[in-house]
């Protein structure tokens, strides 16, 4: 059974960091396309990042470029988000995902996790 555990989430003020992981298990992790999503009361879930399997290509949101970062650690099945500089616009339910596909497509994504709540005060 696939399973993607997120951790890391909390309260933060405005311009701290947070690092999220996000713990695979049941698949061939290093076959597959991790991204991160996020998804803001009463907003669409939206891409966030995404790494491929090589761990050569990363693709960001024009809203996080420069200020997130993801990396992966094949030999743990872990895949990070570095979040820095987080302003309030940030705050929401943050999902990893994995895939075989375009990386900024949701349906692309085959697993996903049950998401962490990132809070960004002002």
């Known amino acids: 059974q696939v399973q993607l555990v997120e951790s890391g989430g909390g309260l933060v003020q405005v311009g701290g960091s947070l690092r999220l992981s996000c713990a695979a298990s049941g698949l061939s992790f290093s076959r597959y396309t991790m991204g991160w999503f996020r998804q803001a009361p009463g907003k669409e879930r939206e891409f966030v990042a995404a790494?491929?399997?090589?761990?050569?290509?990363?693709d960001y949101a024009d809203s996080v470029k420069g200020r997130f970062t993801i990396s992966r650690d094949n030999a743990k099945n872990t895949v990070y988000l570095q979040m820095n500089s987080l302003i309030p616009e940030d705050t929401a339910v943050y999902y990893c995902?994995?895939?075989?596909?375009?990386?900024?497509?949701?349906?692309?994504?085959?697993?996903w996790g049950h998401g962490a709540q990132v809070t960004v005060s002002s």
């Open positions: 995902a994995a895939g075989l596909g375009a990386v900024r497509t949701t349906t692309a994504y085959v697993y």
């Open positions: 790494l491929k399997w090589t761990g050569s290509s990363t």
